[in-house]
C-alpha cells in the first residue's frame, strides 16, 4: 500500500513492436532510464559499446546518463534499470 501511494504501480507498460533483419540490439529498461532520454541518445550512447561487445559498460554509461538526467531536473530519482539484448552473435 506504501508503494501505491508513491506512484509505484505494478502493471508494466509493455510496447510491442516488430523486428527488422537489420536490428542490432535491444533496450529494456524501466520508466526511470526513458523518462529524460530520447530513443536517439540512448542509441548514441550504446552503440559505440556494442561495437565492442561491452553491454554491461553500455548499461553502466546509459544509468550515469538517466541518472544525470534526473538530477538535472529533480531532487528525486527515480528507480532505473536497464538490461541491453544483443541480436547479434
Not at 9 to 37: C, N, Y
Request: aromatic share 6%; hydrophobic share 45%.
Amino acid at each position: 500500500m506504501i508503494a501505491k501511494k508513491a506512484g509505484v504501480i505494478a502493471e508494466p507498460e509493455i510496447i510491442q513492436t516488430d523486428s527488422k533483419d537489420d536490428d542490432q540490439f535491444i533496450v529494456i529498461g524501466s520508466d526511470g532510464l526513458f523518462e529524460f532520454l530520447a530513443n536517439e541518445k540512448i542509441m548514441n550512447l550504446v552503440v559505440p559499446y556494442f561495437l565492442r561487445k561491452e553491454l554491461k559498460e553500455a548499461c553502466d554509461v546509459l544509468v550515469k546518463a538517466a541518472v544525470q538526467s534526473w538530477k538535472d531536473v529533480s531532487e528525486m530519482i527515480d528507480d532505473i534499470t536497464c538490461v541491453i539484448v544483443s541480436l547479434k552473435k
